[in-house]
């Protein structure tokens, strides 16, 4: 009897698994929940994930649709950083006011400088697909460095990654 239990439990933990992303736009703009705070936390309500916000220089302000340090957007020299709790990749990142070639921004997610962007572009929605995940712990840091009036963010969505037993090991559980 204890033999074919062993069994069933090492046929379970080998079954695989699929893995299915959900996706999360943290929204620091808007009613800002962060103003004011050097360093501030947003958690989404359906996945519990935690984004850690850390300024290097200044406390945090946002307006309607754009947030920033002090005055909602991030100008030169300005930068911050966000962290997660669980595994992520950045997948979408909303700008605002990112729309003359002096406003600039360079984007580093992990050890990766994924964006160094300017404001000719025609869209203020950028998306990621490469050099775009990160560990929970590690950082995305976002810094100005144009000559322009600043960039903002309007909101950016990652997705997290979750293991999901394949329906046959739960068949084996009797479920």
Do not use: K
Not at 124 to 131: E, G, L, S, T
């Amino acid at each position: 009897m204890i033999r074919s239990n062993v069994f069933l439990l090492l046929l379970t933990v080998c079954l695989p698994t699929s893995l299915e992303a959900a996706p999360v736009t943290f929204i620091p703009s808007g009613t800002g929940p962060l103003d004011g705070l050097m360093t501030g936390t947003l958690t989404d309500g359906v996945t519990g994930l935690t984004a850690t916000f850390t300024s290097n220089s200044g406390v945090f302000g946002s307006t309607g649709a754009s947030f920033g340090i002090v005055n909602n957007l991030i100008d030169s020299g300005e930068s911050f950083t966000v962290s997660f709790d669980q595994d992520v990749s950045l997948t979408q990142i909303d700008f605002a006011n990112f729309n003359n070639t002096a406003d600039a921004l360079n984007l580093t997610i992990g050890a990766f400088p994924v964006i160094a962007a300017d404001g000719t572009q025609t869209d203020d929605v950028f998306d990621i697909a490469v050099n775009n995940s990160l560990s929970a712990g590690q950082t995305i840091l976002f810094e100005g460095v144009g000559t322009g009036n600043g960039v903002g963010i309007t909101n950016f969505t990652v997705d997290t990654v979750t293991a999901v037993p394949e329906p046959s090991s739960l068949a084996i559980l009797g479920m």
